[in-house]
């Protein structure tokens, strides 16, 4: 179940007014989206995360300032620095995040493929790996 996460580049329109950025359902990522969240009034230095999901896809992005996300699917690691409204960070199914290093106000955009779940989630680490 698992998909590869990789970064994602995001279509800007750029003149002199500034920066439009786009993600389109279906072509810049592969799933519909269905839900939209962001993390906000972030705290210096703040951790988030800490969990996986059994199903959800999401693509991650830094809207504004900055912050890491760490990925584990059992097998590999891997850590991404976001800081950079125009690229996106794709994490499938079965990868456990955890979001730390925080900017100060950064802001943590996700599009998710579906509605909130709360089954959909792991948020024991050993529970997970007993999965993978
Ligand atoms: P949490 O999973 O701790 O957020 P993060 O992934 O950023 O660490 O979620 C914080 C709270 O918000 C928790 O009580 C669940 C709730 N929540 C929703 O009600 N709907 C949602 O879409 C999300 C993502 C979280």
Redesign the pocket.
């Known amino acids: 179940r698992t998909k590869p996460c990789r970064l994602v580049e995001i279509e800007q329109h750029t003149d002199d007014r500034g920066k439009l950025s786009v993600v389109e359902g279906g072509s810049t990522v592969g799933f519909p989206i269905r839900?939209v969240?962001y993390?906000h009034d972030t705290r210096s230095g703040t951790e988030?995360?800490?969990?996986a999901h059994r199903a959800l896809e999401q693509l991650i992005i830094a809207v504004h300032g900055s912050f890491t996300v760490r990925l584990d699917d059992g097998r590999q690691r891997a850590e991404y620095h976001l800081d950079d409204p125009g690229t996106g960070l794709y994490v499938g199914p079965m990868v456990w995040r955890d979001?730390v290093d925080f900017s100060a106000h950064g802001v943590?955009l996700?599009l998710?493929s579906q509605?909130?779940d709360?089954s959909d989630?792991y948020?024991n680490y050993d529970d997970f790996l007993r999965d993978v």
Do not use: D, F, Q, S
């Open positions: 839900r969240y993390l988030r995360g800490g969990h979001l943590c996700v998710a509605h909130y709360e989630y948020r």
